[in-house]
């Protein structure tokens, strides 16, 4: 199989605090893993792509220095939300990639509900 | 902007139904074309997946059409079960042989199969 955990399931914190997130491949390595963002009843938005050893890709309109993103590893990526607020309370869902003849296919992770009191 | 169109955003089928999706793009750089079942408060998972080179793909109840000419490509639910309820979620993506491979996804269809 291709299974992927993330790590805590659900988060509530305080306004202000940091929280962070993990995603793991367990049974297999991917040097690409994609970090998404899903509101309630909408679809998932692409937030960043992380790659082993280097800095990850933010996509247009998605802070850097509020969402840290580190992939130390080809079995796990983390998500660090900075300095959170009511407005970052989502369902966070990370994916990683791994590699299907030519293509990639994408696994995804249970997702995290962060919630920003 | 919204790259890959998927209609309907709501379905009721009855048990033993056929669901249908469709879905339209418009990048023709997309050579990748998958779909993901989402139950509520999980993480998507990959159902079925097609490439332009064929025009249909068949995993148990469950069928990709593709028309590459047209661009359009749907998802067929045959004998569809209170189970089968869940949100679904249409994609694309382009050839990956460039290094990078985003996945645009549409805006998702919840089905429910009601008995």
């Known amino acids: 199989g291709a299974v992927v955990s993330q790590h805590p399931s659900r988060v509530i914190c305080k306004s202000g605090t940091s929280v962070k997130i993990e995603c793991r491949s367990l049974d297999f390595q991917a040097t690409t893993m994609f970090w998404y963002r899903q509101f309630p009843k909408q679809s998932l938005m692409l937030m960043a792509t992380?790659?082993?050893?280097?800095?990850?890709?933010?996509e247009q309109g998605v802070e850097k220095d509020k969402f840290l993103i580190n992939h130390a590893s080809l079995t796990l990526s983390t998500l660090t939300v900075t300095s959170a607020h009511p407005e970052d309370s989502s369902f966070y869902i990370c994916?990683?990639?791994?590699?299907?003849?030519?293509?990639?296919?994408?696994?995804f992770g249970p997702g995290t509900r962060l919630t920003v009191l | 902007q919204q790259q890959v169109k998927q209609s309907p955003q709501s379905l009721i089928v009855q048990k033993g139904g056929i669901s249908i999706i469709n879905c339209a793009y418009e990048n023709t750089a997309f050579d990748y074309f998958p779909w993901y079942q989402q139950f509520p408060g999980k993480g998507p998972a990959l159902l079925i997946a097609i490439r332009p080179d064929v025009s249909e793909k068949k995993e148990g109840r469950f069928t990709i059409s593709f028309n590459k000419s047209a661009k359009q490509f749907s998802l067929h639910i045959m004998d569809s079960q209170p189970g089968d309820s869940a949100t679904y979620f249409c994609?694309?993506?382009?050839?990956?042989?460039?290094?990078?491979?985003?996945?645009?996804f549409g805006i998702g269809t919840k089905l429910q199969v009601i008995p």
């Open positions: 994609a694309a993506s382009p050839d990956p042989a460039g290094g990078y491979q985003k996945v645009t």
């Open positions: 992380s790659n082993e050893g280097s800095k990850a890709t933010y």
């Open positions: 994916s990683a990639a791994r590699p299907s003849g030519s293509y990639n296919e994408q696994f």
